[in-house]
C-alpha cells in the first residue's frame, strides 16, 4: 500500500477540508469582474431579486458552481437548457433551503421511502441527491418527463443563505455549457455563460469540487441506488439508513454510452462529459513517456500526475501534480480548475494519470475514488483500465 496520509473515509471529511480560509472568499473576492459579486447581504438580495424576474444566477455550492433559475416556470428552466445547450433528456436538480421545503416537492408514500428519505436527508445540507417520486407541482421539463425528481438541499452558506430569500424551488445544474469541465470558481461561470447570466455570487472555490453523489431512494422495493458517485460513501450511507447500498454506476460503460441526445437509464450520464477541448488520456502512473509521439514530433504534452511531487520528465512539456501528498479530497478539490487551465491552448495533448493503477490506502474512501475515476474517464472519453503502452 501506498500510505497515503489524511484519506477521508466520510462526509464529516469534507467539512474540515478546506486549505485555508481566505480560499473561502465570501467577503473578500478575489475575483474580478462587473457580473461576479462579493457574497454580501446586499448581493444576496440582488441576486434572489433577479432569480424571481426570472433571471439566471451563478450560484456557489460546496460541489460546482450552479447555473440557477427559478424552477417553477417552464419559461425560466428553458433559459438554462438554452444557456447550457443542455439536452432536454438531462433532468435538473431542484435546490431547496431547507429540507422541510422538499416535501412539497416530492410523494413519500410509502413508510419504507419515509424512513429512508428521514435518515439520508440527515447528510442535508450536504454533497448528495435525492431522487424520489415527483409531486404534482414539479415541472416536467424540470425532471426530463420521467415520474421522479433529483432534489438537494446545498452546504455552502451562500447558496443557504440565497435560497432561503429566495423562497422557491430552484433549478441548478452544473453552470458549464454541456460536456465541458464543471466550474470550482466564480470566473469558470463567467467563462462559458458571461452573457446568460446576469450575476455570479463568489463563493470562492468550491470545497468539494465534484458534482454532488445522486441517491435514488424512488423505488421502495429495490435498494437505495447510487445513480452518480461523489464524495458521499456507502459505508456513510448504509450506517445512516441501517440496510445495503448498491451502486447503478460500475462498471462505467454499457450503461453510459448512450449518445448525449438519447435518454439513458440513468439520465444525464453519458460517457463523454466534463471534457477539456485538447485532447486529454488517461495513462498508467508508472508510464513516464508521452504517448503517440515520434522523437521529432514538437506536440507539447502536459502531464497530470494525481499525486506526488511534480518533478520534470523528460518529453512532457510540463508536469502538473493534483495533490503531492496524495488526498483524494484535494484531487478531486483541484481536478476541474486544473483540467480547465490545462485547456488554455499552451499544450496540444494532456495526459492524466490513470485511478486504477495506483494502490490507494485502504482507508480512502472508494466512492470519492470511483467518482474521481469516473470524472476522468468521462473527460478521455475511455475506460479506466491500464492502456497497453
Ligand atoms: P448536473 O446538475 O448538471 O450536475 O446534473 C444533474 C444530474 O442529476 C443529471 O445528469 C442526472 O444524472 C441526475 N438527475 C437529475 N434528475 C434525475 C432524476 N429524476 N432521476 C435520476 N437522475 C437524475
Ligand atoms: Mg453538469
Known amino acids: 500500500m501506498s500510505g497515503l496520509a489524511g484519506c477521508d473515509v466520510c462526509l464529516a471529511g469534507i467539512l474540515s477540508f478546506r ?6 472568499n465570501v467577503m473578500n473576492p478575489t475575483a474580478s469582474h462587473p457580473k461576479i459579486l462579493p457574497a454580501t447581504p446586499e448581493s444576496i438580495r440582488l441576486a434572489s431579486q433577479a432569480l424571481r424576474a426570472g433571471k439566471l444566477v451563478g450560484l456557489p455550492t460546496e460541489t460546482v458552481y450552479g447555473l440557477a433559475a427559478r424552477g417553477d416556470q417552464p419559461d425560466t428552466v428553458a433559459k438554462i437548457f438554452a444557456a447550457k445547450q443542455r439536452p432536454a433528456t438531462n433532468p435538473l436538480i431542484l435546490h431547496v433551503g431547507d429540507p422541510s421545503a422538499v416535501r412539497a416537492l416530492v410523494v413519500i408514500d410509502s413508510e419504507i421511502t419515509r424512513r429512508r428519505f428521514e435518515a439520508a436527508s440527515s447528510l442535508w445540507p450536504g454533497p ?3 431522487v424520489l417520486p415527483r409531486s404534482e407541482s414539479v415541472l416536467d421539463c424540470v425532471t426530463a418527463g420521467g415520474d421522479t425528481v433529483a432534489v438537494r438541499v446545498p452546504a455552502h452558506p451562500v447558496a443557504l443563505q440565497l435560497l432561503r430569500e429566495v423562497s422557491l424551488p430552484i433549478a441548478a445544474p ?3 455549457v454541456s460536456n465541458y469541465v464543471s466550474p470550482t470558481r466564480p470566473e469558470h461561470v463567467i467563462d462559458g455563460l458571461e452573457h446568460s447570466i446576469e450575476w455570479v455570487l463568489d463563493g470562492g472555490i468550491c470545497d468539494v469540487g465534484l458534482e454532488s453523489t445522486v441517491l435514488s431512494i ?3 422495493n429495490a435498494p437505495p441506488t447510487i445513480l452518480r458517485e461523489g464524495v458521499v460513501s456507502v459505508a456513510k450511507l448504509e450506517s445512516l439508513l441501517g440496510e445495503n447500498v448498491v451502486s447503478a454506476t460500475t462498471p462505467h460503460s454499457a450503461a453510459l454510452n448512450a449518445s448525449p441526445d438519447t435518454p439513458a437509464a440513468s439520465p444525464g450520464m453519458h460517457r463523454k462529459h ?3 477541448r485538447t485532447p486529454l488520456r488517461l495513462v498508467p502512473e508508472q508510464n513516464r513517456h508521452p504517448c503517440s509521439r515520434s522523437p521529432d514530433d514538437s506536440k507539447r504534452v502536459l502531464r497530470i ?9 523528460a518529453g512532457y512539456a510540463d508536469v502538473w501534480s493534483l495533490s503531492p501528498s496524495g488526498v483524494p479530497l484535494e484531487i478531486a478539490n483541484r481536478l476541474y480548475e486544473t483540467l480547465r487551465r490545462a485547456d488554455s491552448g499552451e499544450f496540444d495533448q494532456i495526459e492524466v494519470d490513470q485511478l486504477v493503477t495506483i494502490d490507494w490506502s485502504p482507508d480512502c474512501n472508494p466512492n470519492l475514488l470511483a467518482a474521481i475515476s469516473d470524472r476522468l474517464c468521462r473527460a478521455a ?3 479506466d483500465v491500464p492502456a497497453d503502452h
Open 128 to 130: 448528495l441527491t435525492l
Open 174 to 176: 452544473s453552470a458549464n
Open 305 to 313: 500526475q494525481l499525486r506526488g511531487p511534480a518533478k520534470p520528465i
Open 19 to 24: 486549505r485555508n480560509e481566505s480560499d473561502f
Open 274 to 276: 466534463y471534457s477539456p
Open 218 to 220: 424512488a423505488n421502495p
Open 381 to 383: 472519453n475511455q475506460d
